[in-house]
């Protein structure tokens, strides 16, 4: 399983590129600008420390490859 880690001090965020399917929604729903898509078209934390702790990147991912520790 190929998983990628993005950590700020008080939490990490987890997604599995074997999961996500790259539809943007993470990148849509979160209110602090925390994903990107990348070149391969799978989300990435970028801005990880930005993070409000909605958890609605996990509500809205349709694969659920995303965990966040504090969700």
Known sequence: ?????????????TIDYDVCVGSGQCVEV???DVYELNDEG????VRV???TE????IEECPT???EHSSC
Not at 42 to 45: L, N, T
Not at 54 to 57: A, E, K, P
């Open 1 to 13: 399983m190929a998983t990628r880690k993005f950590s700020a001090p008080e939490w990490t965020i």
């Open 30 to 32: 979160c209110p602090a």
């Open 42 to 45: 799978k989300s990435e934390a």
């Open 49 to 51: 420390e930005d993070c």
């Open 54 to 57: 909605c958890c609605l990147c």
């Open 64 to 66: 659920g490859a995303i």
